[in-house]
């Protein structure tokens, strides 16, 4: 899965290699997160897959907020903040515009991004902000001890809905494609290979990233998706979605989606003679369509590059807007103190 445009190797630099390895993106904290958390296969995909990119340690900052997930900025040897809650996508954006050459990542939850921090994070979506973000999802309060949660399912009985939940869970990825967000992907804690795909190819895209990572809570959610992450069930329930290859998945590769109308449908086939008429998957359509149909399937769960599009990034357009003002009008620091109102101080 690697860039498939010249224009999405742009931020990435020409120098030849960089001797980097893992250890070089490892700090010197203790890693404290509950043994058997997610968290440790995405930190340890996210360190192996750096060096790859011939980005020097000192070109990349990882920002969080508030949650389990946001100790990842501790545990990378890059530079890296610690926010507040929810407005990690805020503090990312500032970093972003005042040092485009830095690569931004931003690391957060179903609770912090999607909660408190759901407007920040809608808006750096749309902003087309060059940040790389990263949702873990286990759909559960884990830091402060089991709450539901955004994405909680209905029914979910949890410390703060003892009766079951009543609300609507937000579907993560409908919501970064309705804020239209240029790269929206999906992946999971547990397939390492392919989330270590999905993230390199998030590395060369240039603007706004939205990842959601299927994260497993084994203390207060443990086996939140394991319906359909599971390895004996996975094959079967979980589609991975690639540009330009039709939707075929199970585990004798004997089942593929059709459109029947609007609706996507499960057809199986021989799989030597698979049929005309299987959906093709495009990351690059020009409407979100495609990507939204994926989006709400809910078996088999999509997981890839729902969409990879350009447009013109947030610091880009800010950039050429401050340029054009300044050639025409350039700026006169001397009138500007010496303006209208001034006084002299007499002895």
Request: hydrophobic content about 40%; some cysteine.
């Amino acid at each position: 899965m690697a860039a498939e445009s010249d224009n999405e190797m742009e931020m990435l630099p020409a120098a030849g290699p960089i001797a980097q390895t893992v250890k070089d993106f490892k700090s010197d904290q203790m890693v404290r997160w509950c043994p058997g958390c997610g968290d440790f296969a995405i930190l340890a995909t996210v360190q192996k897959m750096l060096p790859t990119l011939n980005i020097p340690r000192e070109k990349y900052v990882f920002v969080s907020g508030i949650g389990c997930s946001s100790r990842f900025p501790y545990y990378m040897n890059t530079y890296g903040f610690h926010t507040i809650h929810g407005r990690a996508p805020t503090i990312a954006t500032g970093i972003k515009c005042s040092n485009p050459e830095m690569q931004v990542w931003v690391v957060t939850g179903d609770g912090d991004g999607l909660s408190i921090g759901g407007n920040h994070l809608i808006h750096a979506l749309r902003r087309n902000v060059d940040l790389k973000i990263l949702l873990f999802n286990n759909r559960i309060y884990g830091l402060t001890k089991g709450q539901y949660s955004p994405t909680s399912e209905i029914g979910k009985k949890t410390k703060s809905s003892p009766m079951g939940t009543i609300d609507t869970p937000i579907n993560p990825i409908a919501l970064a494609l309705a804020a239209e967000a240029s790269f929206v992907a999906r992946a999971v804690d547990t397939d390492l290979p392919f989330l270590g795909e999905v993230l390199t190819r998030a590395a060369h895209h240039k603007g706004s990233v939205f990842i959601e990572i299927f994260q497993n809570c084994i203390v207060f959610n443990d086996g939140a998706f394991e319906n359909v992450v599971a390895k004996d069930v996975r094959d079967e329930k979980m589609l991975k979605v690639i540009h330009g290859k039709p939707m075929i998945f199970g585990v004798q590769r004997d089942k593929g989606i059709v459109l029947n109308g609007l609706e996507p449908e499960v057809v199986a086939f021989d799989p030597a003679n698979p049929p005309k008429g299987l959906l093709v998957h495009d990351e690059k359509a020009p409407t979100a369509t495609l990507a939204n149909l994926l989006g709400h399937m809910a078996e088999p769960v999509p997981q890839g590059i729902f969409r990879a599009i350009e447009r013109p990034t947030l610091h880009e357009l800010m950039d050429a807007q401050i340029d054009s003002a300044k050639q025409a009008k350039p700026a006169d620091l001397q009138k500007l103190l010496n303006g209208p109102e001034t006084w002299t101080v007499a002895a």
